[in-house]
């Protein structure tokens, strides 16, 4: 498998951009290095002639450029998505360098669609895009000056990542992923079960949801086995109108 | 000999820039890496406001940039120059990845200066520029669309380089594994609900519980993720009782 192979898998995802100069400087910084797949959350400004001026000749990555209202949809297909952050915070996923990261965001992308998730320029990923991610990438940066223009971020992660492409041997897939959505579908079905049965009338929800996407993040669900976790939920459920039955035959007798 | 020693003895010296606002984009990928010395050569404007907006805070690199009319007074005190290159020439002095290049830059860097030398936005360094590099540097790029923003190879090389005076690891908060027992302890439990509410009326119990292990096995669970997935646990049986209760009520109200 050759290296265009790995990174036509990728894509890269900005989330509600807010300087048009930045979407066009990105998908410079994108195409230098091979990347040609964009998807772009709610752009301030798209298209925009300063875009195209700052993608110095990248206009056909921008062309191509997928416009999407939601994270969601953004997501749509992918199986691995790396959250950029320039923070470490409280209720950390995995947080590599691009260095130790790029090789496994390769080995993903042989054969399922990969995601890099950039924040806006103020604030990076919000909690919930976080929480989206299986793995975050921190660029070490200066303690007393960490912020790294979001396309000198794109550089920087598309150049660590060309390079981990040039010199990947393909492992063995070992696993077989659920996609995305396969594994939002699992997390609302949780929270709608775990508040029908109760649970979260001592915890706090979103934190709690929190700590259970951490764990199955870690974890790196398949396909198989959301069905298995979801077959759980579904039969708690079934499980408790069951017993609502007996309870009333039991009183009427 | 610490990381900013080594990053201190070093320059980024800028040839002939063309765009204020690339000069300010080099600045602000210098600070977030470390290195502070800005030599500018014959710059088309400096100082520039675009290049102060550009530079986002990076404004004591502009305001102690030196100001030189000529390549060698840039040089001046320097012992170990390299010169970045898009191309590779004719006459080639010896071309090496960033990535092999930036140790050795750190280690001339210990106890001499060294300067990184960058040309033209449109053409690069100039022959008498590559006649004074003892090393060139040639950033791998996509051969159909090569031509990296300066500003962005400047935050490239400076990341190599900030990579390679220090293995930088990110602070991440030590996981705290789950012992032995707890995590036996979590199994059993699941077992023993999925048996109470029938989940294994249709499943084999002893597969179901190896697929489940093996999952959980990759997540390496942290011991108080063991106590909230075993209160989900205990809330889906207590939840029967509690529903038990309340049906009698109901029907005795």
Known sequence: MNKQNHLSNIRVVLSHTTHPGNIGAAARAMKTMGL??????????????QTNAMAAGAD???ANAVV????????????YTVGMTARLR????????????????????QEQQV???FGTEMSGLTNEETGRSQLLVNIPANPE?????????????????????QSFAPNVAQMQ?????QVEGYFAHLEKTLFEI?????????????RLRRLYARARLEADEVNILRGILSVTTEYNARLKNRYKQEEEQ
């Open 36 to 49: 040609r797949h964009l998807y772009l959350i709610n752009p301030r400004h798209f298209p925009d002639p």
């Open 60 to 62: 056909d990555i921008l």
């Open 68 to 79: 999407c209202a939601s994270i969601d949809e953004a997501l749509q297909g992918v199986v």
């Open 90 to 109: 409280d209720i950390s996923i995995e947080v590599k360098t691009p260095r130790e990261a790029m090789p496994l965001v390769v080995q993903e992308a």
């Open 115 to 117: 995601a890099l998730l």
């Open 145 to 165: 000056f960490s912020s790294l223009n979001l396309a000198a971020s794109v550089q920087v992660v598309a150049y660590e990542l060309s390079v981990a492409a």
């Open 177 to 181: 992923p659920a996609k995305h959505e």
């Open 198 to 210: 109760g649970f979260f009338t001592t915890q706090n929800p979103s934190r709690m949801m929190q």
